[in-house]
């Protein structure tokens, strides 16, 4: 009996066990038809797309041909492309489309020899071993001149390049696609940039990505230990030229192999000494220079593409010398100390005796420069340059700009001292200023939809939004500040240099 009530009590609990396994199944299954799996099946590495930097056809590809972008919302896309017919507007609005007379040839810096002394003189173009450069078959017309060469052609009194500058489109596409024959340390300067060559004898100045798009400047960093950043020197390109300046040299970001394009083509030995793998297989190099050039501050490309800025060369000092200007509101470099300007409020009044400034329009240009500063937040201005060509009164190229764009979260005030202890400013600056606020044109979106056109844009924004809204606050403090001289001079002449007086309003 009790063999038999132990056998029907196992069979029980086998029963009980499978009804049990059932419904847990049943439970799974419900569970899993309302929630489908979050992630898709990984697809193997042998299918995933790897970026190339040499085309097809054995051409180095652009950043635009290296897949999907990397980082950048799609959202942001739309928006810049969007922008792009308001930035067409804004450039075809009259204040940027001022009737100038035409420029006597004392206004041009280079002219075009005539040809027997243009054929005399072809020889000097070439490099020694002419390997790897192309054959010149130039002549005095412009048609046969390489991008860069018409640049330099086009450089007058008043700006660098025309505001609509056919050429401009050639000479960015020229640094950002070109073969690279030569690449080698430039002297001078406390941090590394490379001086690279192209097939066609065009030069560009290289600096290389050191810090991340949102990542901020220390604030325990004095400016003067500041990096320089690529993405600021593009970013200050586009600026200058929505500014109307056009003051900057031409900038373009391009993804570079550091071994193909700078290792193996180098004929700097000191250079290529620096180079090593770090940890993880990534190329490095750290150069020389006064800051930051050692292995914990090398750049590094990802495993070889490395991000940078490439501004076009002006001409050689040879023919276009450049006369360097201490900027009279330079910071005094000093942990403790303060700069003359800093402690005195009637400092422009001196400034305003003093040759240059006491004549023409050089204090106006400063403050050109000054309000350029101030937008992208560059407090290292310790000098400027013009071309000695053109002797006083000329502008003042606005060169160097890589400190800039470190912060978005605090505007720098003392960087617009100049304007606000001389109360003086261009009345076409003004006017431009103030239509850069009008919602169909706001300084943001501008500023957005022309840095979409870099290649770098392909890979991410050139400035993070921070920054753009930035810009659009830094230019309420600057109007706000015009409007406080306005208060203080009954004259508005007094402070508005009226430089187009034919324009209305």
């Not at 005399?120 to 390489?146: F, R, V």
């Not at 690449?183 to 560009?204: D, E, M, S």
């Not at 290389?208 to 400016?223: D, F, G, I, S």
């Amino acid at each position: 009996m009790r063999v038999c009530r132990y056998r029907r009590l196992q069979g029980v609990c086998a029963l009980l066990l499978c009804v049990s396994v059932v419904l847990h199944l049943l439970v799974a299954l419900l569970v899993l038809s309302l929630y489908p799996p979050p992630c898709e099946p990984l697809q193997s590495s042998a299918s995933q797309p790897q970026p190339n930097l040499t085309s097809a056809d054995g051409t180095r590809a652009t950043s635009t041909d290296m897949g999907h972008p990397v980082g950048r919302g799609k959202q942001e896309v739309r928006e810049g492309a969007a922008d792009l017919s308001k930035l067409e507007a804004l450039f075809s609005h009259p204040l940027y489309n001022l009737h100038a007379p035409p420029s006597p040839d004392e206004d041009w810096l280079l002219r075009v020899r005539s040809k027997e002394t243009a054929e005399q003189n072809a020889e000097q173009w070439l490099s020694d071993s002419k390997e790897g450069y192309d054959p010149i078959h130039w002549n005095t017309s412009t048609d046969t001149h390489p991008p860069w060469l018409r640049f330099h052609l086009g450089i007058s009194r008043w700006q660098l390049y025309q505001h609509r500058d056919s050429n401009l489109p050639a000479l960015l596409e020229q640094m950002a696609t070109s073969r690279i024959v030569s690449a080698v340390q430039k002297t001078g300067g406390t941090q590394l940039k490379l001086l690279i060559t192209f097939p066609n004898y065009g030069q560009a100045l290289f600096k290389p990505m050191k810090q991340e798009r949102l990542e901020e400047t220390n604030v325990n960093l004095y400016y003067f230990s500041d990096f320089e950043r690529h993405n600021a020197e593009i970013a200050a390109f586009h600026l200058d030229r929505i500014l109307g300046f056009r003051r900057v040299p031409p900038v373009v970001g391009r993804l570079i192999d550091t071994i193909k394009e700078i290792k193996d083509v180098t004929t700097d030995h000191k250079l290529a000494r620096t180079f090593f793998n770090s940890p993880v297989g990534n190329s490095c190099f750290y150069g020389q220079c006064s800051y930051y050039c050692s292995t914990e501050h090398a750049v590094c490309g990802r495993p070889h593409a490395l991000e940078g800025s490439l501004a076009a060369m002006l001409p050689d000092l040879s023919l276009a010398p450049r006369r360097s200007w201490k900027n009279p509101w330079r910071r005094s470099y000093s942990r403790s100390k303060l700069a003359l300007w800093e402690k005195t409020p009637t400092y422009c009044d001196a400034v305003k005796k003093t040759p240059p400034y006491d004549r023409g329009t050089r204090l106006v240009d400063l403050i050109d420069m000054t309000i350029l500063d101030f937008l992208q937040s560059n407090m290292d201005r310790h000098h400027y340059e013009t071309f000695e060509f053109f002797g006083n009164n000329t502008f003042l190229i606005h060169l160097d700009n890589g400190r800039a764009f470190g912060r978005y979260s605090k505007d720098e005030p003392s960087i617009l001292t100049p304007l606000v202890q001389c109360c003086r400013i261009r009345r076409s600056t003004l006017l431009r200023l103030r239509l850069l606020t009008l919602p169909q044109y706001r300084l943001s979106n501008m500023m957005r939809a022309s840095l979409s056109q870099d290649p770098l844009a392909a890979v991410a924004p050139v400035l993070a939004e921070p920054h753009l809204s930035a810009l659009d606050r830094r230019l309420a403090t600057i109007l706000q500040t015009v409007q406080s001289c306005l208060l203080q001079h009954p004259q508005h002449s007094d402070v508005i240099y009226d430089d187009i007086p034919d324009y209305p309003g």
